[in-house]
């Protein structure tokens, strides 16, 4: 079992900043790859951007590329989002999750691979 927790959601202005955490406990790996996710009222839930937790590879969606950042502290078995540059249509409910190493990189962007996710934390950017 792995347990994830998220934490740093909240109310920003367009064009501000937030850093997001996820906590990680358990049965964690060190070759795991982990992700944030997202899902606005009445949409589908979104990619938004993985790391590999060994060597730090890391992985974007379009829609956030070059405004979010997302690393690790392996010590603190936390990640992180970064997320600059915000906008309205970033407005979601931010979820983290956890899965095995995937064969291929496109695998991350797919929720289906995922066995854990953390409860989520609310994003809301005022325009």
């Known amino acids: 079992q792995v347990q994830l927790v998220e934490s740093g959601g909240g109310v920003v202005q367009a064009g501000g900043s937030l850093r997001l955490s996820c906590a990680a406990s358990?049965?964690?790996?060190?070759?795991?790859?982990m992700a944030w996710f997202r899902q606005a009222p009445g949409k589908e839930r979104e990619f938004v951007a993985a790391i590999k937790w060994s060597g730090g590879s890391t992985y974007y969606s379009d829609s956030v590329k070059g405004r979010f950042t997302i690393s690790r502290d392996n010590a603190k078995n936390t990640m992180y989002l970064q997320m600059n540059s915000l906008k309205p249509e970033d407005t979601a409910v931010y979820c983290c999750?956890?899965?095995?190493?995937?064969?291929?990189?496109?695998?991350?962007?797919?929720?289906?691979?995922?066995?854990?996710w953390g409860q989520g934390t609310q994003v809301t950017v005022s325009s």
């Open positions: 999750a956890w899965t095995p190493p995937q064969p291929f990189p496109s695998y991350n962007a797919w929720p289906l691979v995922y066995d854990y």
């Open positions: 358990g049965r964690t790996s060190g070759s795991a790859t």
